[in-house]
């Protein structure tokens, strides 16, 4: 069985087909692992969530920020934001079924050699760390009290972590790790504005995999999130949200004892 990593999508459903076709794709013998941010701002967001959708077994996604955009604004009733193109899901016919098949999606996948994120890690965190923290948020998120974190997920607070958070506090800090983050500082405070490729960042915040203190490299972990990052590999971890939605290109990464990378160009 292969298994392959792909960047995120961001209902750019057209470019999936495309590089599914590139590396062969056979639902019945491999699989894929997508790392988040199936749906918005590409103009096929409802295809997308259906095609990934049906092929069960065949595709592992972890929650990334804008799939938990979907979610409050589908179960509060919110309206989208002006950028947002997910109107055709809100108002597709099986949209209670596609919303309660995305909300049980992990945060964190993995086997023995690579673990699947959305966006980062704290470096606090060992592995073991960051397995419990994902289960705990799932369990939520899949009871049936998972309304009334929606209703307290959004906020910036608290951006540091503490063993003696609790309560939402705990989940949201949780949730903004493995949704939002890139970069924080030596002590792991996380920061939520800076966004842009390293380098134009002030001198204090260091990519998240940067941080020399990190406690999570015992497990090659895949993340998507950061398409002014691109493509990125260290002997720890690889980024692997290449910018597709924005002209750049859509990414598989193999996995198997050496990884091997295969990209499309994108229309945008």
């Known amino acids: ?88 899901i809100l108002k597709a016919n099986d949209r209670d079924e596609l919303m309660n098949w995305l909300r049980k999606r992990p945060l964190f996948h993995y086997n023995d050699h690579y673990g699947l994120i959305h966006a980062g890690l704290p470096p606090q965190w060992t592995i073991a760390d960051a397995k419990k923290m994902a289960a705990s948020l799932e369990k939520i998120l899949r009871s049936k009290d998972y309304l009334d974190f929606f209703k307290v997920m959004y906020g910036d607070l608290p951006n540091l972590w503490s063993k003696n958070l609790q309560g939402n506090e705990r989940l949201r800090f949780i949730l ?70 924005w002209g750049g290109q859509l990414t598989a990464l193999k996995l198997a004892k050496t990884t091997k990378r295969i990209s499309i160009d994108c229309a945008g």
């Open 1 to 88: 069985m292969a298994i392959y990593a792909i960047g995120d999508i961001q209902g750019c459903y057209d470019d999936l087909l495309r590089l599914l076709d590139v590396i062969d794709f056979n639902p019945a013998k491999d699989q894929l692992w997508f790392a988040g941010d199936l749906v918005n701002r590409g103009n096929k967001s409802l295809e997308t969530l259906r095609f990934i959708k049906n092929l069960g077994d065949a595709a592992i996604s972890v929650l990334g920020n804008h799939d938990l955009h979907l979610l409050a604004i589908a179960y509060l009733q919110k309206k989208p934001k002006r950028k947002d193109t997910l109107n055709e």
């Open 176 to 245: 903004n790790c493995f949704t939002r983050l890139r970069y924080c500082d030596n002590q792991g405070q996380l920061d939520f504005q800076h966004k842009g490729k390293p380098g134009t960042q002030p001198s204090h915040l260091q990519p998240w995999f940067k941080i020399k203190s990190r406690k999570s490299t015992d497990l090659k972990v895949i993340f998507g999130h950061w398409s002014t990052l691109g493509f990125y590999q260290d002997k720890h971890c690889y980024g692997i949200d290449t910018g597709c939605l």
